[in-house]
Structures are given as structure tokens and as C-alpha cells.
């Protein structure tokens, strides 16, 4: 090989160099090609291929196949295309590991009877490389001479071979610097992944708190509810005795008044002045009063202690169930009465609506949930209204509020668990997460509208009949 051949193959030692510092990122076709294409001019060859093992390095014995990569005047549907070991030129070297020096027709030889290139096409004069890393296979590489000059020496193909090493040390770098970057990237995926499913798991781990907390404060309830309801079963039982025995007893004072007639002049300025004292004439008129004031009174509470137990449904198992939302919904509002009377005026437009199967005190925490929500979304007073009605298969419940509104970036974010734009301690930023899932778990969905200023429309649709989703 002349100097100047020499000075040209001088690169690959630069190139090597590249290698090792890992500056080849995104350029491995680029150097391929280049590794190929200064091979080819080296030995002023005409042609030549650079194929590269499918499967990682194997070892010589074992059986594979080689992809193209690189070639220069040959048929571009050739890259890409896969040759057997044992295939042709290219694969007898990969199957072999010998490097080739070829001279003259092949046809003959029993070595190539399967070549993949045209027997007319084949070249008068080639060498052909086995490309090693660490005495492991790693490619092959051709150059194809011209027809006008002399054919290769084995001397050529010795001071090829010398190149070759560094080639293949360039080859292996860049493989290996892809395979780095690719398990960086699969490790940086993994990681995102793991973060992912840890945020996912601490979500659920929230959730399944408070939904806990939640079947907690529903028996607590529950056991309120039964204990309350004793006391006020006799309470009220007996402010019915005690009005009839006061019925009596003014039954007996009129037998008495009747009765002053007959008595001297002297008793019956007693029994005025008496009267007098005690102003028996209010308390026959007050008395009735309160006992119909006590009776509404202890029937309120009755009606709250209902509320409650139809709102944690504590008689019933949490199964699916055919419902009156009008009932669930007004058990709600009693239930959060105290933390929306002081911030809004709530009006009811219920529509003629089918029963639903659902999960009676799910649904009640998610309308909680909404009413809640609507009375703090109020700087001052505003206006809540309930509408529900019918379509088709579907009903829906509707929660409107006049209050500030959500910005159309908070809009993006309101189902995330544990976003919330409360104050500090003020929520959990879990409410309408858990309402989007009790809503899924229903076959139904949540549609919102929001105008920052005049406030916010929530949408519960829902099917008449459960359906497993």
C-alpha cells in the first residue's frame, strides 16, 4: 500500500480517538458509512459493504445473521437487508471469522454457491474483513477493486487487516456508546415509571384514607343516630303524655272556677288573688304554644337523626341499590345545612325523575361533596340551585353556583388529587378526585362549567341502570 494510501486511512485512528471519548452521539450511520467509504478509496476499490451482526456479539460457532449498514455502489435497496451466516462472501466470513482475499470467477467455488450478489455482477478482484471486538465477531467488511487495475495482494490484505483492528474498536465504541445511551434511557423511563407509580400509590393511599375516615364518621353516625333516637322516642312520647295531662289538669281548673260561686266572699278573694299571681290566664293560652313549639322541635331532630342515617345508609349494605335521589340529595342539604346556611341561599328545581341503581352513600358524598364546594366558592352571599331531570337512559343532577368561579388553568387540574385552591387546612384536595372516581365506578360522568366572576356548573349524569363497567 502506498503512503498516500496510508495517509488516508489515517482517519480511523482520529476516529477511534472519537470513540473513546464518546463524541459520536447520533452519528453512527454517519461513521459507518465514513469507515466504508475511506476503506473503498484506500485501495482505490470500486465498491464496497459494511454489515454489522443482528444479535449483539456472538461467537464464530454460533449460528445469526449480519444487517447492511453501509455500502457504496450497490443497489440501495440493499441496506437494511439481512444475510444468513453462510450466506455468500459476507456471511462465510461471519461464520468463519477469516478474513478473504478473492481473485478471479467464483462460480466455481463450492465455498460461495449461494451468494446473494449475481454471478455476472460479481467482482473480478475483492477482500473481505472480519470485523472483531475482544476476539467476538461484531461485523464484516468488503471492498469490491476496479476492473482496470491490477487484482489484490494478500499483502494488501494483510495491511488491511491492520486497519481493520481499529476499525473494529471504532465500530464497537460507537455500539457500545448507543447501548449506554439506550439503557440510560430505559433506566431514566424506569425511573420516571417508578415515580409515577409512587405518586399513583400515595394517591391511592390517600383515598383509601379517607374513604376509611368517611366509613368511620358513617358508623359513627350510625351509632349517634341509634343512640339519640331512644331519648327522643320517649322524649316525645311523653310530651304527649304531658299534654294531655295538662289538658286534664285545666279540665280541672274549669271545674274549680265553676265552683267559685258557692264559696264566701273571703275565698274567693283568695283564690282571684292566687289566680292573679300565677297569671293562669297566659299560661292556658302559652302552655298549648309550647307544647306544639317542643313537638316541632323534637321533630326536627328526628327528621336530622333520619337525615343522617339515610345519608350514611347505615341500614342497608353498601350494595347497589333502586333510589330516590330527591331523597338522598334532601338528606344531604340537612346534613350540610349549618356549613351552607351562612354562605348562600339554596333553591330546588327537581324535575320528574326515574329511581336509580346505584350506591346510595357514595352518591350522597359526592353531592356533599358539590354542595360543600359551591358555599366556599362565595366571598359573600350567593345562590345555590339544585336541578335534576331526565334524558333518555340518563339522569343528572345539577349544582350551580353564583360564586367566583375557576380560572381556566385550575380548570385543567380540579379532578388531581390533592389540588386544591382552599387555604392551608381549609381541604384535602380530595373531595372531587374521589367524586370523579365514585362517578366512574357508576358508568357516569362529570361535566363542569366555569366563567371566572359568575361561577361554576357541576353536571352528574347518570345511567337509570347499573351497568359493570
Avoid at 482520529?14 to 464518546?22: C, H, I, P, T, V
Avoid at 304531658?242 to 281548673?253: A, I, M, N, Q, S
Wanted: charged fraction near 25%.
Amino acid at each position: 500500500m502506498s503512503h498516500d494510501k496510508i495517509t488516508k486511512l489515517s482517519w480511523v485512528y482520529d476516529l477511534y480517538r472519537l470513540g473513546q471519548s464518546g463524541a459520536l452521539s447520533g452519528q453512527a450511520e454517519r461513521v459507518q458509512q465514513q469507515i466504508l467509504q475511506h476503506m473503498v478509496q484506500g485501495f482505490d476499490g470500486k465498491s464496497g459493504t459494511l454489515a454489522l451482526v443482528d444479535d449483539d456479539i456472538i461467537l464464530f460457532d454460533e449460528g445469526g445473521s449480519l444487517t447492511i449498514v453501509a455500502g457504496i455502489d450497490i443497489p440501495a435497496q440493499a441496506i437494511g437487508s439481512r444475510v444468513s451466516f453462510g450466506q455468500g462472501v459476507l456471511g462465510w466470513v461471519a461464520k468463519h471469522g477469516e478474513n478473504l482475499l478473492l481473485n478471479g470467477d467464483l462460480a466455481d467455488d463450492a465455498r460461495f454457491c449461494n451468494r446473494v450478489r449475481d454471478k455476472a455482477c460479481a467482482p473480478g478482484s475483492a477482500m473481505c474483513w472480519a470485523l472483531k471486538s475482544e476476539g467476538k465477531l461484531i461485523g464484516v467488511l468488503s471492498v469490491n477493486g476496479k476492473e482496470a487495475l491490477p487484482p489484490y495482494t494478500a499483502d494488501d490484505l494483510h495491511k488491511g487487516a491492520t486497519v481493520i483492528s481499529l476499525v473494529s474498536i471504532v465500530l464497537d465504541n460507537v455500539r457500545l456508546y448507543f447501548e449506554q445511551q439506550r439503557r440510560i434511557a430505559m433506566v431514566s423511563r424506569m425511573n420516571e415509571e417508578f415515580i409515577l407509580a409512587q405518586q399513583q400509590i400515595a394517591e391511592a393511599q390517600q383515598q383509601l384514607l379517607q374513604s376509611d375516615k368517611m366509613a368511620s364518621v358513617g358508623q359513627l353516625a350510625a351509632g349517634v343516630a341509634h343512640e339519640i333516637n331512644n331519648p327522643i322516642g320517649f322524649v316525645y312520647s311523653n310530651l304527649g303524655t304531658l299534654e294531655k295531662y295538662l289538658k286534664d289538669v285545666f279540665e280541672l281548673l274549669d271545674v274549680y272556677e265553676a265552683a267559685e260561686a258557692t264559696l264566701s266572699e273571703t275565698a274567693r278573694a283568695a283564690v282571684r288573688a292566687a289566680k292573679q299571681g300565677k297569671d293562669m290566664s297566659f299560661l292556658r293560652e302559652d302552655v298549648p304554644q309550647l307544647m306544639k313549639e317542643s313537638r316541632e322541635g323534637i321533630t326536627r331532630v328526628k327528621k336530622i337523626v333520619q337525615d343522617l342515617k339515610e345519608f350514611s345508609h347505615v341500614d342497608a349494605a353498601d350494595e347497589w341499590q333502586w333510589v330516590d335521589l330527591h331523597k338522598g340529595i334532601d338528606s344531604t342539604l340537612n346534613i350540610v345545612w349549618n356549613e351552607i346556611k351562612y354562605h348562600a341561599d339554596v333553591q330546588k328545581e327537581y324535575g320528574e325523575i326515574s329511581e336509580v341503581e346505584c350506591l346510595p352513600s357514595q352518591l350522597n358524598q359526592v353531592v356533599m361533596n358539590m354542595l360543600v364546594n359551591a358555599a366556599h366558592a362565595f366571598e359573600g352571599k350567593g345562590i345555590i340551585t339544585i336541578r335534576t331531570g331526565e334524558q333518555g337512559e340518563q339522569v343528572f343532577i345539577q349544582i350551580a353556583d353564583t360564586g367566583k368561579g375557576i380560572s381556566a388553568e385550575n380548570m385543567k387540574r380540579i379532578f388531581d388529587p390533592f389540588f386544591t385552591t382552599k387555604p392551608v387546612g381549609k381541604g384535602t384536595g380530595l373531595g372531587l378526585s374521589m367524586s370523579y372516581g365514585i362517578m366512574q365506578k357508576h358508568n357516569g360522568r362529570i361535566e363542569v362549567q366555569s366563567e371566572v366572576g359568575k361561577g361554576t356548573t357541576f353536571t352528574l349524569w347518570l345511567p337509570i341502570k347499573h351497568a359493570a363497567a
